[in-house]
């Protein structure tokens, strides 16, 4: 099996229907700190707000440490199999040495170790959305003063939790989104009424039809400095992708951003939106640069202007945007909107991936195998890039990747990798994979198909024997993992 024939057939076949939950988390009743007023109101406004637009809502209210790490266990699984996972946080929530940390119900501490071990960490609520396939988001409504006082024992090099409260800036991975009720460092308030003003904010704002997802916190954060006179400020942290997102709308809307075709979904955006997404630009914002950019690239509507759109990529680019690079790279390899040229678009291929942004990893394994853009071929470069986009979870890297181990010329990998790889594959709701896997199974060796069964039953999709045939419940099986129902 050739690399090239297994791209030919993932080139087409788009994401599957969207599909989004959310984890909303009220702790107020604590045992051994301050009670809290607002944040069980403001957990139930939420997941209200948020039934009502078409996520599945967990909720979860005054909940003790242990139930609670087995629900965002069960959380992360139903993430996989998300296009969004959601967690938002009303409770207490503390700083230690640099790190954040969501206290449960029942924490009882005296020491920043206590902290460590008893709470939820901000890193944990990160991974259990981590592999949400298109976005993923933690909202945190916990920068109220700090609960625990001056007098936390502290290890020596270890800052103290106590002190006036407020959170540390994160620093999330691309394509996920932290929002804080108050900027870092920052207070929040209660409010005076049954709920605080950000959580007020944010109700309003989620239920808006047809706003775009990054104009909606722009809107929250106006709300919120409005309604307490500029004495708290909500604030985002981390990087979302340039794919446009919606939380509230009609089926029509979400039809049109079903489209894997960016600059197609960016067209959708209406007039309105539009000048905000220039007035964000105006101010440096990448994201609202790409947008506008993907709007000028789209050949069929008529804000077609490749120039306009090389001209926003390149400014985003500057500003360290791994993806503008990448589509940037993409109008110089081909010459559209500006001169083409290969040095300069290898040159920004290769920025792109080292920040790890998938596409251009992927792209760069690709160069080397073929010998393009004045590239030597090489073919152990290649593999490094294909095994950096696979492990990524660049779905078609991934089964590529799997492909190639399955041919042996992977050094030190066997089937067990090559059926990791292709469950990751699936998970990552990639329609083409499914497809593959569900229509040609036997492209794949019978050990690599066995050790894809195998994963299968390991995360209990699959209870059958491990014989690398693919009938009816091997098949039953795939279906369910790629998150389709059993009659799917």
């Known amino acids: ?13 788009g994401a599957r229907a969207a599909d989004r939950v959310a984890l909303v988390i009220g702790m107020a009743q604590y045992r051994n700190v301050p009670a ?17 637009i078409g996520f599945d809502v967990t909720t979860l209210i005054d909940t003790p440490q242990e139930e609670l790490r087995e629900e965002l266990d069960k959380f992360a699984f139903r993430s996989e ?13 503390v700083e230690v040495s640099g790190e954040n940390f969501l206290l449960p119900v029942d924490v009882d501490v005296r020491s920043n170790k206590d902290v460590q071990r008893q ?9 259990v959305v981590d592999s949400a396939r298109k976005m993923r988001i933690v909202i945190l409504d916990s920068c109220r003063n700090n609960p625990l006082g001056d007098g936390i024992l502290q290890d020596e090099g270890e800052t103290t939790a106590g002190g006036g409260g407020g959170l540390a800036p994160p620093s999330p991975d691309r ?27 944010l109700s309003e704002k989620l239920a808006e039809p047809g706003l775009e ?8 954060r106006d709300e919120v400095l409005s309604a307490t006179r500029n004495l708290q400020e909500p604030n985002t942290y981390g990087s979302l992708s340039g794919v446009p997102f919606y939380l509230a709308g009609s089926p029509e809307l979400r039809d049109q951003l079903a489209t894997d075709d960016r600059r197609v979904a960016w067209a959708a955006v209406g007039s309105n939106q539009e000048s905000q997404l220039r007035s964000l630009a105006d101010t440096g914002d990448a994201r609202a640069m790409l947008g506008l950019a993907y709007m000028r690239l789209d050949s069929s509507g008529s804000e077609f202007d490749p120039v306009q759109a090389a001209d926003l990529l390149g400014r985003a680019a500057e500003a360290g945007s791994p993806e503008a690079q990448y589509e940037l790279a993409k109008l110089y390899e081909k010459g559209i909107g500006l001169p083409q040229d290969d040095a300069r678009a290898l040159e920004l291929f290769s920025k792109s991936a080292e920040q790890g942004f998938s596409d ?22 290649a593999l490094q890039y294909f095994e950096q986009a696979a492990d990524l979870r660049h779905p078609q890297a991934m089964f590529n990747f799997a492909a190639l181990i399955d041919d042996g010329i992977v050094p030190g ?25 569900s229509e040609r199974p036997t492209m794949f060796s019978l050990e690599s198909r066995k050790a894809l069964q195998q994963q299968l039953a390991e995360h209990s999709f699959y209870s059958g024997p491990v014989d690398g045939d693919f009938g009816p419940g091997t098949q039953k099986a795939v279906r369910v993992a790629y998150g389709l129902n059993t009659e799917g």
Request: hydrophobic content about 45%; charged content about 15%; glycine content about 12%.
């Open 36 to 52: 809290l007023s607002n944040t069980v109101n403001d957990a139930r406004l939420l997941s209200a707000t948020l039934s009502r």
């Open 175 to 201: 394509g996920t989104l932290v929002a804080f009720a108050a900027r870092d460092g920052q207070v929040a308030m209660d409010g005076d009424g049954t709920n605080s003003p950000f959580a007020l904010a």
């Open 360 to 381: 251009a990893v992927n792209d760069m394994g690709f160069f080397y195998y073929q010998g393009s853009l004045g590239l030597q071929r090489d073919a152990l470069k």
């Open 81 to 93: 199999t998300a296009d969004l996972a959601l967690i938002y946080f009303a409770g207490h929530g």
């Open 119 to 127: 709470s939820i960490s901000l890193k944990d609520l990160l991974h």
């Open 213 to 220: 997802i990054s104009l909606m916190f722009r809107q929250v």
């Open 413 to 437: 990998k066997g089937p067990a990798d090559a059926g990791k790889y292709l469950y990751q594959a699936l998970r990552s709701g990639s329609a083409a994979v499914f497809q593959q896997l």
């Open 1 to 13: 099996m050739s690399i090239t024939v297994v791209v030919g057939f993932l080139g087409s076949g």
